[in-house]
């Protein structure tokens, strides 16, 4: 793979960084659609950054913007630390442009286990009493719980997913981090291509994982143009562009 350095815009929550990048680090930032996003790539060099734009201020500056980091290493889950998290911010108000995780494993060769409880408890969700048009598959009439910080990463893999309509849309690959630090779940689509839902979608887990419609409510940061979901305070959105 060539190491030639490409001069690409880096897309965040908050505005944009132009910046010298490897091939390595254009893979990292391809989140499938045509832009490249920062948070997936963490830290880099402040000298590779010729400029950076924030949506707060609706301006472009040169040079890089401020980058503030911790090292906490803290244990998210059983063989997964979390080494690094850090954001870019705006020389001029101050504003965050982006935010990243930088994630490793204790243990390269193991697999990662149960994430490590951000919360005292996962409430279970009580079975539905009102009529139901559609009969959900049987696996899913087990006993379930709402996913939540508890729910053993590894053990979605692997589970089919089934939309609110109990039509299969795919199969679980993998928990992670969109461009926006939510987590969501990577699946593998029926035409082979990957895909990937927001976790707040995910309405039951048992022996299948499934779907639901988000409930409509007034979102902030949410694009009245194509829907995504950006972080509240942003003026244009990071996916089409469209002012909010």
Known sequence: MSSELRLKKLRGSGGYVMATVTDEQQMKGNLGGPDLFLAPIGRLDAEKITKHFCNTCEKEFEGPPKIE???PNEEVAENLILAERGQYICNSCNASIAEYRDFKKQDEAGEVGSAKPLEP???NIQPQTAPQQ??????VQETVTKPGPMTTVTSIEGKTV??????KIGTAKQVGIDSTQSMVLVITKEDGTEGSVPWSNIKKIGEVVLLGKPQETSQPGKCSNCGF?????SKFCEECGNKI
């Open 134 to 139: 559609v009969t959900e598959p049987a696996a």
């Open 69 to 71: 980091f911790e090292n």
């Open 121 to 123: 408890q996962v409430q």
């Open 229 to 233: 979901g950006n972080k509240e305070g």
């Open 162 to 167: 089934f939309d609110e309509s109990a039509n």
